[in-house]
Every structure is written in C-alpha cells, then in structure tokens.
C-alpha cells in the first residue's frame, strides 16, 4: 500500500479497511467533492497531489491546503457523514484507494489507536490551512509561490510535473500574468525550469531559501506529530 497512513496504522487495524478499498484514477482537475456536498467516500491518494478548496461568493476560490500519500481526504470536513466545507480538487493526476465512509467510521469506532491517527494527521491539516491562510495575507507572491512549489513537489512523483500558469494562479488567487513573472524570476535563478503544462524543480535547497518560513513551520509541525513526510516517508 503506498499510501503512508494506511500502512502506519496497526495490522489488524489495516485489516478492518483492506478488503473493503478500491482502487479509483482521477484526472487532474477533477473535483472528488464539492463544499456543501455530503461526502460518500474516504479518498487514500496513492499518488497525485489533492488540493482543499476555499470557495467564495462569486464562485472564486483559494487553496488552503495539499494532500497526497501522507494522508486522506473526505473526513477532513468536518464529523463523519457532514456536508464539506471546501472543494476537493485533484492537482496532479493520480491514483487514490476509495473507501466508504461508513466502513472507515466503523472502524475508527472499534480503534482508539486509529483515532489517535486521525487526530494526528487532521492536526497537522488544520495546521496547515492555518499557516497557508496567514501565508497568503502577509507573504510576497515570489515567497508563496516557493512555498506552494515545495509542497506541490512533496508530493509529486518527481521533480517534473504537469501545471500550467492558469493551474498554479487559481491555487494562489492571483492573475496568470503575475504568476507568469514571477516564475520567470524563479526561472532566471536556475531554481525551476517551466514548459508548455509543466513546471520541474531543479534546484530544491535554493527553492527552500527563497520560500517563506512557513514551509518549515508546516514541516516541523508534521514531524512533531510523527506525520510521514510524503516525499521521504519518514517524519
């Protein structure tokens, strides 16, 4: 199982949910829930990146945070069987394993160690959308759109992976033509390299250097909760 949460949780625990996920694609791009919505399935990525959705009034929306192996998606939103708060979209394609939602309450009723891994990881989420609220309010864009690449680059498969200006400037709220520049100042400095559709990182340590400080509180705080970083697997 190469998603990190299912295979930290005890054996009998994986045992309870195994034989009841299935495997489901999904296309960049693809909404998996809608804010309102109630949430019918627990989504398990595998691979590919998950972005949470703030939707506003005028149907604009911000990304307040990333999800990929590390995690799940769809009890985030609130207690189980609530309507969502927020948009589930996918940002990279991918693979998730599915679940139903009653079958994961079920077995969370039967597992207070899986409990306590729920709350750790929905902590380091909530942490998270904390620190990427404050980050938007306060941070220039060339600081944000670091810290967004590294988070992105978490969890992709590799160094290079499919995004477009249009892509990256709904997940930050701003225009394309701004994201096109300032892109164009971190290409200048040999820290990323971009394409028709894709961005690829090349040097990473110089990309952590011209990120905010919040990508470092974001990853302190998973370490502290003994989270599985999704690049590394380790916390």
């Not at 309102?36 to 595998?46: I, T």
């Amino acid at each position: 199982m190469n998603n990190l949460w299912i295979a930290a949780l005890e054996p009998s625990d994986r045992k309870r949910i195994e034989p009841h996920l299935t495997e489901s694609a999904f296309e960049q791009g693809q909404m998996l829930y809608d804010a309102g919505q109630a949430v019918e399935d627990v989504w398990f990525p595998l691979t590919g990146v998950v972005s949470l959705m703030t939707v506003l009034d005028d149907d604009k929306m911000i990304e307040t945070a990333a999800i990929g192996r590390e995690g799940l998606v769809g009890v985030t939103c609130g207690p189980m069987n609530a309507r969502a708060s927020s948009r589930a979209i996918s940002q990279t394609a991918g693979l998730a394993a599915r679940l139903p939602n009653d079958v994961f309450s079920d077995a969370l009723s039967r597992s207070e160690a899986m409990r306590m891994s729920l709350a750790k990881f929905t902590e380091s989420l909530f942490a998270q959308v904390q620190q990427t609220a404050a980050c938007n309010a306060q941070h220039q864009l060339d600081e944000r759109l670091a810290r967004w690449l590294l988070t992105i680059h978490d969890r992709a498969d590799g160094d290079r992976f499919h995004l477009t200006q249009s892509d990256i400037a709904g997940m930050l709220g701003v225009r394309r033509a701004t994201v096109s520049e300032v892109g164009g100042e971190l290409e200048d400095k040999a820290l990323i390299r971009r394409g028709r559709g894709w961005v690829e990182v090349l040097d990473r340590p110089a990309l952590e250097a011209a990120s905010c400080g919040c990508y470092d509180v974001m990853r302190r705080v998973m370490k502290d909760l003994g989270v599985p970083r999704p690049r590394t697997g380790q916390s």
